[in-house]
Each structure stands twice: as structure tokens, then as C-alpha cells.
């Protein structure tokens, strides 16, 4: 009875109102806010606050830095360990470019022959002819001539290597000079250049026989008797 006496614009407002309601509870946050329907929004949540480790790890890590002192001790005792593996490992190629003789005169450097045998004066004039050239091993282990001319040593030896790119010079007795068979270069029978493209004579060595007959090397420091000038080569 009481439904009937509601009149058809009460009814209307209060189906308008029942539908809002119902779309306000079914719809999200933005679409109402959007729409109109008044929301009541919630405090974002907290957030545990992060601790602030990075400065904790970076103290620790500074306690264990060692001071300059102790840097220092160290740099120099890596540095030193290094210097003298590296000086003993270049040692021998040092003393491989050191002259072997100091001047001439007195002592110097047995002469070997190609079999690597000490050379004696004795043995080496009754086993060569009388005006002949042989190379054996002289200065910093060089191709050498060793001459004999009347039945005794030379006093001087020439060395063999080729002044202009080190090949070993030949003798060729027919025409009693040497001549390097690369690029053609000619010098007299005392190594005195004659034809290019050599720009050099061939080095000189001086020849001495010791008490026990030894054949002896040692390096040609004087003026080039050849050339007059004083000499090229340094060894």
C-alpha cells in the first residue's frame, strides 16, 4: 500500500540512484574519479626505509688501505725483484757485444779452426802451404783470414765479413784478391777495398803467437797501415 503511494519521479530518482551506486562500487579508482563519483583515496603504502650501506662498506674499506709508508716499501721491492731478474736475463748478451781484447801487443784471443780447435803456430805452418789463406774463427767470433807467407804467420789477420751488407769474402788465388760473390765488391790481398759497392775495407786484427804457440787475436787499434787513416771498425 505504501509502494503505491510513491509517485513515478520517486521512482525514477531512486533507480537513477541504485545503478550510481552500483557503478561506483564495480568501477577502479581512475574511471571513477574520472566519471565523477567521489572516491576516497588510501595513504600509499610505507616503505621500509633502505639502510644506508654504502658508506658502512667504504669505511670498512678504508681501514684496510695500507698507508704510504707500506706502499712505498712495496713499489720498491717489486721494482727491485724485476731489475735484477731483467739484468740477469741481459747479462750474457752484453757481455756477448763487449770486446773480447783490449789492443795489441800482448794476449788476445786463441784462434780456432773450423772445427773449433786452438790453433798452434807449429801445427798449422807444417799443415799449410807457403803463401796461403785460411779462415778460422777470430774476433767476436767473425770469419777470419789467417795468412802464412814465407813459412810464417802473418802479423796481421783480415777479417772476412763484407763492409757493405756481411756476407763472408772469398780469396780467389787466380786473381789474388778477394771478391764477395753478392754484389760484386773486390778487395787487394791485404783487404784494402778496391771495387764497390763496399764503401769500407775489411777490418784488420793483429796476429801473435804465445810461449806455448798459441795463436793469438786481438783487435787492430792502430792507424789502417792500407789507408793511413785510423780504423773504422771497433771491436
Excluded at 658502512?56 to 716499501?73: G, H, T, Y
Excluded at 770469419?143 to 804467420?153: S, Y
Aim: charged share 15%; aromatic share 8%; hydrophobic share 45%.
Amino acid at each position: 500500500m505504501f509502494s503505491n503511494q510513491i509517485s513515478p519521479a520517486m521512482r525514477v530518482r531512486t533507480l537513477a540512484f541504485s545503478t550510481m551506486a552500483a557503478f561506483a562500487a564495480s568501477t577502479p579508482v581512475g574511471v571513477r574519479a574520472l566519471s565523477g563519483t567521489a572516491v576516497t583515496c588510501r595513504a600509499p603504502t610505507a616503505r621500509p626505509a633502505t639502510v644506508a650501506a654504502a658508506p658502512m662498506r667504504m669505511a670498512a674499506a678504508d681501514e684496510m688501505v695500507p698507508d704510504m709508508n707500506k706502499r712505498n716499501l712495496m713499489n720498491l721491492l717489486l721494482t727491485g725483484a724485476a731489475g735484477s731478474v731483467a739484468l740477469g736475463a741481459l747479462g750474457p748478451y752484453a757481455y756477448f757485444f763487449l770486446p773480447q781484447s783490449g789492443g795489441g801487443g800482448g794476449g788476445g784471443v786463441g784462434a780456432k779452426d773450423a772445427a773449433g780447435n786452438a790453433i798452434k803456430e807449429d801445427a798449422w805452418l807444417a799443415a799449410h802451404p807457403t803463401d796461403s789463406r785460411e779462415l778460422v774463427l777470430g774476433l767476436k767470433a767473425e770469419a777470419t783470414w789467417l795468412i802464412v807467407e814465407d813459412k810464417k804467420v802473418v802479423p796481421f789477420a783480415i777479417n772476412a765479413v763484407c763492409t757493405h751488407l756481411g756476407c763472408v769474402v772469398p780469396w780467389v788465388p787466380a786473381e789474388n784478391k778477394y771478391k764477395c760473390p753478392c754484389h760484386g765488391s773486390q778487395y787487394d790481398k791485404n783487404g784494402k777495398v778496391i771495387r764497390g759497392p763496399a764503401p769500407l775495407s775489411l777490418a784488420l786484427e793483429h796476429v801473435n803467437v804465445d810461449g806455448d804457440g798459441n795463436v793469438l787475436l786481438s783487435s787492430w787499434k792502430e792507424e789502417d797501415f792500407r789507408t793511413g787513416e785510423a780504423p773504422w771498425w771497433n771491436f
